[in-house]
């Protein structure tokens, strides 16, 4: 076992490649442990050099309707009138805090995901 600090995206590439290479290997042996190190450092490496923020509300929401088969309808008792739903839909109105509360623990959407952008 040869490992080192990814420290550049070439040295990422060579991790994946090693990587690639032992994935499907056993827990607890030699290299079932490299197999879990390059994981560990790939991600310190990406989350750092890539990271990625949360989804925008809208989006978050639609992702929830289709996970969940619901219908613009199906959202009016936690964002208010048919109105109201199309136009947060839309993008025409943003949520308001209550909105965000009842969507949140109504449909365990992540209040990261609501509040990280203007809706």
């Known amino acids: 076992m040869n490992i080192k600090p990814i420290r550049s995206d070439k ?8 990587l ?5 290997t056993e827990a607890g042996t030699p290299e079932g442990d490299e197999m879990e ?3 560990a450092l790939i991600e310190a490496y990406e989350n ?3 990271p990625i923020g949360p989804a925008d509300p809208i989006e978050a929401i639609k992702f929830r309707m289709e996970q969940q088969g619901l219908t613009p309808r199906d959202l009016e008792i936690y964002i208010g009138s ?3 739903v199309s136009e947060v839909l839309n993008r025409r109105r943003s949520l308001s805090l209550r909105m965000v509360k009842r969507l949140h623990d109504g449909l365990r959407i992540p209040y990261e995901s609501l509040l ?4």
């Not at 040295?11 to 090693?18: C, P, Y």
């Not at 690639?20 to 499907?24: A, D, L, S, T």
């Not at 990280?116 to 809706?119: D, G, H, I």
């Open 11 to 18: 040295d990422l590439q060579t991790a994946f490649r090693r």
């Open 116 to 119: 990280s952008r203007a809706a």
């Open 20 to 24: 690639e290479g032992i994935f499907q």
């Open 48 to 50: 750092k050099h890539f």
């Open 82 to 84: 048919s109105g109201r």
């Open 37 to 39: 190190i390059l994981v």
